[in-house]
């Protein structure tokens, strides 16, 4: 099968991989649709832990082409989405329900071979079954939107709250979404790309604005009544942080959802954290949310086609991972022309 591979940051090549037979409890996904996340730019670089050499790719979807002898909760033909993180089950924070820390954890496209193939080999476990004439190329947000749950779980949005969501990327725009549909009253989007704004607005935003507009940002904060309730951060950098914490009105929560650089610090005033009482959370993967990322997903109520990825085929991949940091593309996906998303 044909595959992308990170042999070591900064190297990815297209290359023949042989498909291993399966394990007992396994399937075998001929990939439909693979979305490029900002983690799989952040291992290309050298940024985030990963192990080398891997088959990145951990946002999929698929049919099942195999499977093994005890995987019987599974037909061939079922389209599926996998959850790509593997939790032993056993450790002392998976015995305390904090999987998401697992001691023993697993990732299939991090430190397993993951999505970015013809074929993938994952544990039924992780596979979630889809209604069949379900778009898998949709299908394939099913984890990036199944971490937001988590990051809007932590930021527990209560109905009239006032939410400012600083990025429009994928993550800012399911996180728009998502806030809507918990019962804000007021949701604004802080982005710099017009075209992302626009389908901020587009998805219902009350208001978008550039991150260096501070004659609108201070107006909106006016309008609040000092600041936002809920303030989530999705773009991973200094500044962000930075300004996420002076949206914050007192006794708000901050939310630090995107991921940054191992090298990245941020500047607070400690007086003024005191003084505000506000509440700073981070979001780590996605526990116990992956179904309901599914039934949101299949119930229409979270809308992907307004966010128009960006559709390669494995063998143009190298174009994705070359691509200007600041392009207009909210979402890449690495298609598989043999089982076209659909």
Known sequence: MLVAQFIKPGNLSIVDYPIRKLNDDELLIEISACGVCGTDFHI????????????PGHEYSGVIADKGASATEFNIEDHVAIDPNIYCGYCNECRNGRVNFCENHKALGVTLNGGFAEYSIAPSKQAYLLPKDFPLSDAAFAEPLSCCIRGIDRAEIKCGDNVVIVGGGTIGLLMLQLAKLR?????????????????????GANFVLAPDDSVSINNLIELTHGGFD??????????????????????????????????????????????????????????FTFQRAINLLASGRINVRAIQPKQYTIQD??????????????????????????
């Open 44 to 55: 290309y670089k050298g940024d985030a832990p990963a192990s080398f050499p891997i088959i």
């Open 183 to 203: 019962g804000a009253a007021v949701v604004a989007l802080i982005e710099p790309i017009t075209s992302k704004q626009n389908v901020a607005l587009n998805l």
């Open 230 to 287: 809920v303030v989530l951060e999705c773009v991973g950098s200094k500044d962000a942080v930075e300004q996420s914490n002076r949206l914050i009105r007192r006794g708000g929560t901050l939310v630090i959802f995107g991921l940054a650089d191992k090298s990245s610090y941020i500047n607070l005033n400690l007086f003024d954290i005191f003084r505000k009482e506000i509440s700073i959370k981070t979001s780590f993967l996605n526990p």
């Open 317 to 342: 991949i190298k174009k994705v991972f070359n691509s200007n940091s600041s392009s207009d593309v909210i979402k890449y996906q690495i298609i598989n022309k043999k089982k076209e998303a659909r």
